[in-house]
């Protein structure tokens, strides 16, 4: 390769690593975990893992969680991303 051929190669990988940084940091997903439990993944530095009879357990609560973070609104703090 001469060096114009480096340096648009160079140029097109350092696009795609900002491509995929971009992508990574603000995507959420889920996967089964080994052990047969729903990871949820791109919430934090870790994945959040529970059993299926936990997240429908959270999941029917979402109207009171909706709740008690508006009443507590002043108190919370927000993660700035």
Known sequence: MNEQELQAELSRL?????????RSSRAVSLKVSEKGGVSIYGLGRFPVTLYKEQWTKLLDMADEIRAFLRENDSKLKTKQQ
Do not use: I, P
């Open 14 to 22: 350092k696009a795609e690593n900002e491509s995929l940084k971009a």
